[in-house]
């Protein structure tokens, strides 16, 4: 099995950044598709970017394209999210998670996720 720790959450005004890790142990990461999810209170859980294999592509949901950016390390079994010009609308727990398999059409479900980390929270104050 694989275990995923995000890290790097806090509280930030608006505007700011900040970089959030997801530190993978059990299993090479390498071969593992990555996704970065958040829930904020009252709501689901949305899709917010995602990083194939090998690193040659990445996906973001509209409201993050052009702010975020995510990338991974192989060497260090770790995916990043960098989050730029945060908003208040950002607040939320942050996830990460992996599968070894996946349809791309497929990627924004919850669902299609082998592996979950327990979160870190991510607050934008005004």
């Known amino acids: 099995q694989v275990q995923l720790v995000e890290s790097g959450g806090g509280l930030v005004q608006a505007g700011g950044s900040l970089r959030l890790s997801c530190a993978a142990s059990?299993?090479?990461?390498?071969?593992?598709?990555i996704a970065w999810f958040r829930q904020a209170p009252g709501k689901e859980r949305e899709f917010v970017a995602a990083i194939n294999w090998g690193g040659a592509d990445s996906y973001y949901a509209d409201s993050v394209k052009g702010r975020f950016t995510t990338s991974r390390d192989n060497a260090k079994n770790t995916g990043y999210l960098q989050m730029n010009s945060l908003k208040p609308e950002d607040t939320a727990v942050y996830y990460c998670?992996?599968?070894?398999?996946?349809?791309?059409?497929?990627?924004?479900?919850?669902?299609?996720?082998?592996?979950w980390g327990p979160g870190t929270q991510v607050t934008v104050s005004s």
């Open positions: 059990g299993r090479t990461l390498s071969t593992y598709f």
């Open positions: 998670a992996t599968t070894r398999y996946i349809a791309l059409a497929t990627m924004t479900s919850t669902s299609q996720y082998e592996y």
